[in-house]
C-alpha cells in the first residue's frame, strides 16, 4: 500500500519514517524541501503538491499547525480534495478544532473521501520512537481499515477510536488542558522548593515514588530543573491548542477555570518571546514571578 504523507515538520517527518520502516511506500510533500529530500533519501517517492500526493495514494496522512493549514492543503488550490480518487482514506494528525474537523468531514463526503481526525501525543520522542498516543474520531470501518497505518506510527495500545468526527479533536483539546494543569502545578511546585532551600531534585523523585507521579512530572519536570527548553513541542503550537481549548470549551458551554489559568501563563510566556522553546518552558514564566533565576543540576 502507498501512503501519502503531507506535512514533515518537528513530528511529521519521523512519523513519516516509520511509516517506511514498517514496510509502505510512502509518497511525502511539504512546504520545505529539505524534509522531503530527506525522506526520498530514506525510500520515499516525492510528491509535487497536495493533489499529486492525491492521485497516487488512496490512503493520506496530513500533519500540519493549525486548522487554516489543514483547509488549504486538502481544499486550496492544488489540494487534495481536487484530485482525491473514491473512498479515499484521509488521516489528519494535525492538533485542530473538533468543529473545523467536523467540516471537512463533510467536504470529504462529497468527494466520496473518508475523513478521520487522529491528532497524537508523546511529542517527539513519540514521534521518534514510534510510541504516539493516537486519539481518532471518524467512521468505524475506516479506522478498522487504517488501523495498521496508525499502529506503525503509535504504540498500537494506544491507538483509540474515541467517537464519530471530531471525538479525536476533543480528546486532544482534554489531553492539552490536563497537561497545562498538570505542567503548571509541578512548575509551582519546584519554585516552593526552590525558595524554601530544597533541593527541586530530591523533590521530584520523591513525588514520582507517590501518587502525584505523572508523566509530566517524569519528562518535563526533568527538562525544567535543566533548564533543557529544546524544543520537543514548540510553546507557538502549544498556545494555539490552548487557543482551540478556550473556542471549543465556549462552543459546549463548559467552565473551565484553571485551563483559563494556563492560557494566561502560555501568554504570557509567548509575550516573552520564548515561543520557540518546548512547551515545558511555561515553568520560566512561574519562575519569573517567584523571582526564580535560571537552575543547574548540583
Do not use: W
Not at 521518534?128 to 495498521?148: H, N, Q
Not at 464519530?164 to 489531553?175: H, L, P, T, Y
Not at 462552543?251 to 510566556?269: D, G, R
Request: aromatic content about 4%.
Amino acid at each position: 500500500m502507498t501512503i501519502g504523507f503531507i506535512g514533515l515538520g518537528l513530528m511529521g517527518k519521523p512519523m513519516a519514517k516509520n511509516l517506511l520502516k514498517a514496510g509502505f511506500a510512502v509518497v511525502a510533500h511539504s512546504r520545505s524541501q529539505g524534509p522531503v529530500d530527506e525522506l526520498v533519501a530514506a525510500g520515499a517517492e516525492p510528491g509535487r503538491s497536495p493533489a499529486d500526493v492525491a492521485r497516487r495514494a488512496t490512503r493520506i496522512v496530513t500533519m500540519l499547525p493549525d486548522s487554516p493549514d489543514v483547509e488549504t492543503v486538502l481544499d486550496g488550490p492544488d489540494g487534495v480534495f481536487g484530485a482525491v480518487q473514491p473512498r479515499t482514506i484521509l488521516i489528519d494528525c494535525s492538533s485542530i478544532a473538533p468543529s473545523a474537523a467536523r467540516s471537512l468531514a463533510r467536504r470529504a463526503e462529497m468527494v466520496d473521501a473518508v475523513m478521520l481526525d487522529a491528532p497524537v501525543s508523546g511529542g517527539e520522542i513519540g514521534a521518534i520512537s514510534g510510541t504516539l498516543s493516537i486519539m481518532v474520531g471518524g467512521e468505524a470501518g475506516a479506522f478498522a481499515d487504517v488501523k495498521p497505518i496508525l499502529d506503525a506510527m503509535g504504540n498500537p495500545e494506544k491507538v483509540i477510536r474515541v467517537g464519530e468526527s471530531g471525538a479525536g479533536q476533543i480528546a486532544k483539546v482534554c489531553n492539552q488542558m490536563v497537561i497545562g494543569g498538570t505542567l503548571a502545578a509541578v512548575s509551582e511546585a519546584f519554585a516552593l522548593a526552590l525558595k524554601a532551600g530544597v533541593d527541586p531534585f530530591k523533590v521530584r523523585e520523591a513525588l514520582l515514588g507517590g501518587f502525584a507521579a505523572s508523566r509530566v512530572l517524569e519528562v518535563h519536570g526533568e527538562r525544567i530543573l535543566q533548564s533543557n527548553y529544546r524544543p520537543g513541542f514548540r510553546s507557538t503550537l502549544y498556545g494555539k491548542d490552548m487557543r482551540v481549548a478556550a473556542q471549543t470549551l465556549a462552543e459546549n458551554a463548559t467552565p473551565a477555570p484553571v485551563s483559563a489559568v494556563v492560557q494566561e501563563l502560555v501568554a504570557a510566556l509567548l509575550a516573552r518571546g520564548r515561543g520557540e522553546l518546548d512547551y515545558s518552558a511555561l515553568a520560566t514564566v512561574l519562575f519569573d514571578l517567584a523571582g526564580i533565576s535560571e537552575r543547574s543540576e548540583p
